[in-house]
């Protein structure tokens, strides 16, 4: 059995990898802990293989330090890591002898939107990126939208989308949405939403959809088992659940 301690456990993302755990069989929920613990000391006291964090980006570092430097293997979706923090998890891994897998995105579906949407960037030359989410959401477009869009345009770095369409006279600003390299990105905030995307492409003749609806936080659990199985076969950091799905 994989021992596993779930940090963050009362949040909302916590509480669901705690009951995604313990419906499994060959993961073990040794504790749930929250803000309240110390998981520095548990960690010290108790042999652990894996603990899960969805905690706050204000504590992601003092938290990945505490979980690697006792020896256990990390798996993190909390946000806000920069480049600098991850040289800084490199080193700890190494010098530790354990594996970390961070993920911005612990949904498989939309991993896999994206990674398709690379590959129909080569082959498409208009392209737009719908963006729906609860009008609770902070930031727009989202994270997401703004990824798909880098990996079309890295996959086809030659490329300027959009170049041959009619829409000169836009008579109400900003309703072709914003755009990075000629793709135009548009953001919907609806009560009801939760999180969807579609990255329509167009052709003479033809037009490709791709859309991922995440419609529960359930949706980020199978990422989630992975990872948490996956991390104890490394010795090394891994940013990204698409470096682990074989794609
Ligand atoms: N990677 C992904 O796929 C993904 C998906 C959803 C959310 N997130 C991220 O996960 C994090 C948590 O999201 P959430 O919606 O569950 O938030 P939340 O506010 O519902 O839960 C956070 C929990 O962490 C606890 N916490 C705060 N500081 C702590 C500390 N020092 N030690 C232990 N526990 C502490 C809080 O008490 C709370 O229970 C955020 O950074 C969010 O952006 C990532």
Do not use: W
């Not at 040794?30 to 110390?38: I, P």
């Not at 080569?122 to 880098?150: V, W």
């Amino acid at each position: 059995m994989i021992k596993v301690v779930v940090n963050g456990a009362l949040g909302k993302m916590g509480r669901q990898v705690v009951e995604a755990i313990t419906s499994t069989t060959d993961l073990y929920l040794d504790k749930e802990m929250d803000a309240h613990n110390d998981l520095n000391a548990y960690l010290k006291d108790n042999k652990v293989d894996v603990v899960v964090d969805f905690t706050h980006p204000e504590v992601r570092m003092s938290t990945i330090r505490a979980i690697l430097n006792n020896g256990a293997c990390a798996v993190v979706g909390t946000t806000g890591f920069t480049p600098e923090d991850l040289m800084e998890v490199d080193e700890l891994v190494k010098k530790n002898g354990v594996g970390a897998i961070i993920a911005p995105n612990f949904a498989i579906g939309s991993i896999l939107q994206m990674h398709f949407a690379k590959l129909a960037a080569k082959y498409f030359d208009t392209a737009e990126i719908i963006e729906y989410h609860h009008n609770q959401k902070a930031d727009s477009p989202s994270g997401t939208a703004i990824k798909t869009a880098e990996l079309m345009i890295e996959a086809a770095p030659d490329k300027k989308f959009n170049q041959e369409l009619g829409d000169k006279v836009e008579n109400l600003a900003g309703c072709r949405g914003g755009q990075m390299n000629g793709i135009r990105i548009h953001s919907v905030r609806l009560p009801g939403m939760i999180a969807h995307q579609e990255v329509i492409f167009g052709e003479k003749g033809q037009y490709l959809t791709l859309r991922h609806d995440a419609i529960s936080r359930e949706s980020y659990m199978p990422g989630v088992l992975l990872a948490i199985r996956e991390v104890l076969k490394r010795k090394d950091l891994v940013y990204g659940l698409e470096h682990i799905l074989g794609i």
